[in-house]
Structures are given as structure tokens and as C-alpha cells.
């Protein structure tokens, strides 16, 4: 057997490790869910067209990422030699999925109603948004660990490493829960002043931009979960 088809033999046995396109999936995510800064600012500043050019860029990124998404499905070997279990790999990604989901829901709900953010939430909102946004920038830190720990075969330095990222990520979470709380109570105080259907929709922006980092945080719980086992 020649060397080219030597290798040819082993890579078709064991085939290609599906860990860069899961962190390059993780990467779009985290660029599309970021375009809701730009978002946001253009509401805050009631500038619709901004609005409806950062809802079409998130839209494009969303789909940039179904693709690599769709991709990595195809490709992911069926095959027993993977460096980690298949059914993880599906889970982190569909995890994973959520968050440019999301991202993509808010922006055409934003865009779809022509919301507006009561001036006493706006800055407190975009805190709360940032701080959901950290905590996949998080999560995307933790997946770029990935070849790493395939490479030690989940043990030795690494691991510590991602536990300790896997922490902060957990408190990212606890503290985006503590935001929303705020945010809400703000919004009870303010219910009067607006009209119940539009007060209903910004209820609906609090929660699925709180969603961001709930997912975020399950990307990570599969990542333990790999860890554990």
C-alpha cells in the first residue's frame, strides 16, 4: 500500500475530527449574537434603518451558521473512532445553534414591531445585554479548548483550565439572572405608562436576551459533562 493510500485508509477508519468546525461554528454564533449591540444602540437612538440593516446582518450570520451547522452534521463520521463521542458533538452544536437562534428571533421581533426601549431601561438593558453576550464569549473560550483537551485525552493541565472557565461562565449566568430581575421590576414600575401590548413584547425581549446566556451556559454544561465522563 502506498503512503497516500495509507493514509487515505486510516483518515477514512478514523475520519477528520469534527472539533475546529464545532469552534468555528461557536464563532459565527458568538458574531451573530454580538450584532445585537449595534442593534440595540439603533433602537435606543430610534434610528429604524440602523435597526433593519443590523437585523439583516444578523440574519445573514444566522444563516452563515446553519450552514457550517448543516456541514459539520454531513461530515461528522458515524464510525466509532471519534476523538469524543458523536452524540456529544451533536449536543454541544445543537447547543450551540441556540444562541445565533435566539440572536436571529430578537432582532426580527425588534425589527417585525419597531420596538422602542423605555429611556429608563435602555441603559440598564444594554448592561444586561452585554453581560448575556459575555457569557458566550465565554463559551466560545471554553470550545477553543476543545483540541487541547482531545490532545491530553481530557486529562492534566487543560482540564483544570476549562473547570475554572466553566466556573466563570456559571457566575456570567447567575449574574445575567440577577440583571433581569432588576429589569423587570423596573419594567412593573413602568407598566402604566405604556401600552399593555408593548409592554407584553418588551417582557418577551427580557427573557430571550437572558436566553443568550442560558444557552450559553448549557454549551458549557455539555463541555463538563465531556469532561466527566
Known amino acids: 500500500m502506498s503512503r497516500g493510500a495509507y493514509t487515505s485508509y ?3 477508519i478514523f475520519g477528520t475530527s469534527p472539533i475546529r468546525p464545532l469552534q ?3 464563532a459565527k454564533v458568538l458574531e451573530c449574537a454580538v450584532e445585537l449591540i449595534p442593534l440595540f444602540e ?3 437612538a430610534s434610528d429604524y434603518e440602523s435597526v433593519g440593516r443590523a437585523q439583516d446582518r444578523i440574519a445573514a450570520l444566522e ?3 446553519d450552514e457550517l451547522k448543516v456541514a459539520l452534521r454531513l461530515d461528522l463520521p458515524s464510525n466509532l473512532f471519534l476523538p469524543v463521542d458523536r452524540r456529544d458533538i451533536l449536543e454541544q452544536l445543537r447547543a450551540q445553534d441556540k444562541i445565533a437562534n435566539k440572536a436571529k428571533d430578537i432582532a426580527g421581533l425588534v425589527r417585525g414591531r419597531n420596538m422602542a426601549l423605555p429611556e429608563t431601561l435602555a441603559e440598564d438593558y444594554m448592561r444586561y445585554l452585554r453581560r448575556c ?8 473560550a471554553t470550545v477553543q479548548e476543545m483540541d487541547e ?6 486529562r492534566g493541565s487543560t482540564v483544570d483550565l ?3 472557565m466553566l466556573q466563570e461562565l456559571s457566575k456570567i449566568e447567575k449574574d445575567t439572572d440577577n440583571m433581569q430581575i432588576l429589569l423587570r421590576a423596573t419594567l412593573q414600575s413602568l407598566e402604566r405608562e405604556f401600552p399593555p401590548i408593548d409592554v407584553i413584547f418588551l417582557y418577551k425581549i427580557l427573557d430571550w436576551t437572558g436566553d443568550l446566556a442560558d444557552h450559553a451556559e448549557k454549551v458549557g454544561s455539555h ?3 465531556m469532561l466527566a465522563k
Open 42 to 44: 439603533a433602537v435606543i
Open 63 to 65: 444563516g452563515e451558521a
Open 24 to 26: 468555528k461554528h461557536m
Open 223 to 225: 463541555l463538563q459533562l
Open 149 to 154: 483537551l482531545v490532545q491530553t485525552g481530557f
Open 162 to 164: 476549562v473547570e475554572e
Open 133 to 140: 453576550l459575555d457569557a458566550s464569549r465565554q463559551a466560545l
Open 10 to 12: 486510516f483518515a477514512g
